[in-house]
Each structure stands twice: as C-alpha cells, then as structure tokens.
C-alpha cells in the first residue's frame, strides 16, 4: 500500500497566523482527503483535494478557512488560516486509489496543531 | 447522509480474553463497505479488517472478525486473544460506493484497554 508522509509532524502555532500542511505520497493515489480530528473526537472530513481543480469542502468548512491546493497526483498541502485555539487539532491526509486499491484508504500519520 | 454510531464510549478486557465492539449505520443504501481502523496513542490510523456490504460473509482477518447484519445494519467487531498490543482507539466507518462522494464517515470511537 502507498507510504505517506506528512509534515509537519506537529506544531505550535500563535493566533492569527497561517500553517500549511503537506501530504506526500510515494505513488499515484486517484482520491485525497484532508480530515480533522478534535481532541478526544473522532474524524471529520474537511474537503476532497482535486487534481487541478478546487477542493470540494464539506459542510462548514470553507475555502478561505482550509485552502487546499492538490497539482499532481501524489502530493497535495491544506492551510489552516488566521488559526485561533479552536482550530487546535490532528489534521490527517488519506488516499485511495491505483496503489492502495479504490476502496479503502490509507492514511498519514497525521500532524499535530496547537494554537495558543 | 449516512451516519455511524458506536454507543461504548470505553471497553476493557483482560488480555488473551475475547471482546466485542458495537457499531451501527444508519443508509438507505444496498451497496457499501464497512471498516473498522485502529488508532493506538501514536495517532497513526490503521485499517484492522473491511467487509463489502454485498458479500454475506463475514470479514476475518487472524484475530480480528466481524459480525455483519445488514438488515439490522450493525457492524460488529470481535477481537479474540487480545494482546496488550490492540489497545487503542477503534473507529467504525461508512463508505459509499457513490463515485465522487467516496469519503470514510466515522463513528465517534471506542477506547479499548486491555489489562494485563
């Protein structure tokens, strides 16, 4: 199944700026997903990255908050913008396709945010 | 929209004893698969065992099996022998065959101690 990585691994971030998080992935992937997790929570998906073409968001998340660039098939970065405590997650890329089969996804290890 | 619950919050089991985890959906679709993924302290999701919603028989993987009734649409998790090594976080989750809407719908998780 295809490796990903991603980075940063964690950060601690200051209210009111911008972190961008990548996702590599060592093969070509067709599907790729940016998903949240709250402390304590499950997982929530933000937004299908599409090659070439705008993230397709999911309900509550917006494009100005969370923009997700994807330009080829195995890479793809998503900003947390103008960050306040709240947005303090693990924000998680996962991929299907070719390499991992269509139907399941694999995911990265994920990236730790802490806004203070 | 399809959703996923897992009403135990908590389990506990006493190592190389048996333990079952609960989940239901709630789809108004026929064809589906269904995952359960682990997420021990490292964060890192893995997938333990996946079941197509077509196929009557249900999933095993070494220790890990399922109970799948679909007319109940409940999607159990059974773990036998169980090793210090399973605890973790398990999430259930949903995914549609629906192409352009395959993302995974999390149940809201089960924290699994094992005790030694």
């Known amino acids: 199944s295809a490796v990903i990585s991603q980075k940063p691994s964690r950060d601690i971030c200051q209210r009111g700026t911008s972190l961008t998080i990548q996702c590599q992935v060592d093969?070509?992937?067709?599907?790729m997903f940016w998903y949240r997790q709250q402390p304590g929570q499950s997982l929530t998906l933000i937004a299908t990255?599409?090659?070439?073409?705008?993230?397709?968001?999911e309900s509550g998340f917006v494009i100005d908050k969370f923009p997700i660039s994807r330009p080829n098939l195995t890479f793809s970065t998503l900003t947390v913008s103008n960050m306040s405590p709240e947005d303090s997650s693990i924000y998680l890329c996962?991929?299907?396709?070719?390499?991992?089969?269509?139907?399941?996804?694999?995911f990265g290890a994920g990236s730790r945010l802490t806004v203070l | 929209a399809q959703t996923v619950t897992q009403s135990q919050p908590e389990m506990s089991v006493q190592e190389a004893e048996t333990v079952t985890l609960s989940c239901t959906y709630d789809t108004s679709e026929s064809d589906y698969y269904l995952f359960w993924y682990k997420q021990p302290p490292s964060r890192q999701m893995i997938l333990v065992i996946r079941q197509e919603a077509y196929k009557q028989q249900n999933a095993t993987e070494n220790r890990f099996s399922v109970n799948f009734q679909k007319a109940a649409k409940s999607f159990s998790l059974k773990i036998s022998d169980s090793q210090l090594g399973d605890a973790a976080m398990y999430f259930c989750a949903y995914r549609t065959l629906i192409q352009g809407a395959q993302k995974l719908v999390f149940g809201q998780g089960t924290r699994l101690t094992i005790n030694p």
């Open positions: 996962s991929v299907a396709g070719w390499s991992t089969g269509a139907n399941v996804l694999t």
């Open positions: 093969s070509q992937v067709t599907m």
């Open positions: 990255a599409n090659q070439g073409s705008e993230a397709t968001y």
